[in-house]
C-alpha cells in the first residue's frame, strides 16, 4: 500500500526535524551533592546543625563494567549539562522511534516487490 509507505516517510520526516544537534550531546546524570570542609568551626559543616557546603554538581557517567566517571561541573556550566543531557536523552528516544520506522518501512518495501 502505498499510502501507509507515505504516511511512515511523513512520520519519520518529521521526527528527523526534531532530532537535536549532535555536536551538543553529553551522556550521564547530573548528581549533586554536599561537601564538608572540616575545618574547626566551620558552621555549615557542624556535626548536628551543619548540612556542609555546596551543593557542588558532578555529572556521572557509566562507562560499562561497573565503571562510573565522575566529573565535577561548576555552576555556571550547569545549565548548559542539563540541556545536553536533555538532548542526549532525546536524540536516543528519536533513534529508537525512527529505527521502528524505518522497520515498518522495510516491511511495506518487501511486500510491495
Ligand atoms: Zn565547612
Do not use: Y
Not at 556542609?52 to 556550566?77: A, K, T
Not at 549539562?81 to 528519536?94: G, I, N
Amino acid at each position: 500500500m502505498k499510502d501507509k509507505t507515505a504516511q511512515l516517510l511523513a512520520a519519520r520526516e518529521k521526527l528527523v526535524q526534531q532530532m537535536p544537534h549532535p555536536s551538543t550531546v553529553l551522556p550521564g546524570s547530573l548528581l549533586s551533592r554536599m561537601v564538608r570542609c572540616n575545618k574547626p568551626g566551620c558552621r555549615f559543616c557542624d556535626k548536628e546543625t551543619g548540612e556542609g557546603h555546596g551543593p557542588i554538581w558532578i555529572l556521572s557517567v557509566s562507562l560499562g563494567n561497573r565503571q562510573v566517571r565522575q566529573v565535577p561541573i561548576p555552576v555556571e556550566m550547569k545549565k548548559e549539562v542539563e540541556t545536553s543531557l536533555r538532548a542526549f536523552a532525546q536524540m536516543q528516544k528519536l533513534m529508537k522511534q525512527i529505527a521502528a520506522i524505518n522497520l515498518d518501512l522495510l516491511k511495506e518495501r518487501k511486500r510491495q516487490q
